[in-house]
């Protein structure tokens, strides 16, 4: 004991209370379900308008005089455009916020729409049309890029994964209404054989020939009914763009979890940082190159089944229903990867199993290996949607927590630019002439089979969730949800 002046006895060794940090306050508001169905249409017309095209491959070859490559390149400019402005639009996500950065794509996304309907002459649609798919990907990168960051800002732990896959599923299924939307508005187009027998007289010789010719027959119905489709698509655009600018604010007044009221890095140093993050990189090669090549695969689908027969209308529902699949599965997928937390590699290396063996299987029947059949193939083609589609969601929550503290918005832009960029190299092999489609199913196997060996090497780690996860005096943890937490009030 120590006695000072004023009498007062204290110990020699004194006891300091720790000081108790006041937890954040977080609120979970219901109108985040509107922003996420309004951000989610979004991706549902940027994806519908990049995939216009290759559903209804064989009207437009008619009518504008194009090959097989220039339905390639008209997915591929946007893939293109994209992955030379993913990282702006990011830099533009942090700075600017969502509001003005998913403004921008919609202004970027109904100008794209709309310089197609300007003129059906062939001589200058080639132009027009490229131009409209340049914009238009430039217009996805926010809708692409931007699900995990709209999660984060908006929903709770419990809620991320759902709320991520939800906008995912809505990019993938604009693809898959295209399959059926184009071919629904756009006839195939309708021959009429013709055989003209042609008598040649010469002085010492006659000559009789027998002409057979192939003669379309509904050239200005086709045209007319794929402007009509350029001006929907457009119409669509136009509302959508008038929506967000009517209400989308960036974010909440209050976080939904601690790591959503938490600073991110700079945005220099934060790609600084993902260079060198090797365990970011895992996932996402583990992502980018399955994704990427089989997002690709379905623009050009019509192409790769018309060399066994399948018309262009059955091609269109065999892809739809594959992609809604995976849509369905991404949903149900990510509810219970936000119920089972933390065990997002296992479900990742399950459906990555499912899925090499449907596409094994879709590619003997392509290939005559085994004997054709149609009811196979759609069983095939969708079970591989299914499985493969339905991982997106999850890769996207994993890269955010394998990059943490990074922003949400430029991790998810990273993941989607070495999926565009992996899509791009898939479509440019459409140039080499006289390469046939042979080649693509097994390009989508072994991407497939190249995701599943990096996934067993990449470490599980989940930093962000971590930190939202609080343990109590008592050693249990409580983890911050939308159902039971103390701190979090809802408006």
Known sequence: MDDRKDGVR???LEVVKPEVKQSVKTAVYTRRWYMLALYSFVCF?????WNTWGPITQSAKVVFKWEDSNIGMLANWGNIAYIFTVFPACYLMD?????RSLLGCCLLMFLGTGIRCITS????????MNAGAVLNGVAGTVPFAGPPLLAALWFPPDQRATATATSSVFNYGGVAVAFIFGPQLVSSPHYRYETDNRTELSLTLTTEATINRTVLTNFDTLESEIMRLMYIECGYAGLLLL??????????ALPPSTTASMERIEYKKALLKMSKN???????????VPAGVYGVYGSVFDVILNPVGVAQSEAGWIGFYSTIAG???????????????????????GLFILATGSFVWLTLLCNQTIPFSIVQLYASSIMGGMFLNGCIPLFYELACEASYPVSEGLAGGFMTWLNNLFGILFLLALLIPGIGTA?????LVGSVGLGLLVLFVFPEKYTRTDIDITVTADGTMDVQTSVHQVTTTYT
Do not use: E
């Not at 700075?95 to 509001?99: A, D, I, N, P, T």
């Not at 002459?121 to 027009?128: F, G, I, K």
């Not at 080649?439 to 390009?443: D, E, G, S, V």
């Open 10 to 12: 204290t110990p020699l």
């Open 45 to 49: 017309c940027q994806a519908l308008v």
């Open 95 to 99: 700075v600017k916020g969502l509001r």
């Open 121 to 128: 002459h062939p001589d200058y649609t080639l132009w027009t």
């Open 243 to 252: 929506l967000v600018l009517i209400y989308f604010p960036d974010k909440p």
């Open 278 to 288: 090797g365990n970011l990189w895992l996932i996402a090669l583990a992502y980018a």
């Open 327 to 349: 849509c369905a599965s991404g949903l149900v997928i990510a509810r219970f990867a936000d119920m089972f937390m933390k065990h997002m590699k296992v479900f990742l290396i």
């Open 439 to 443: 080649w693509m199913n097994f390009c």
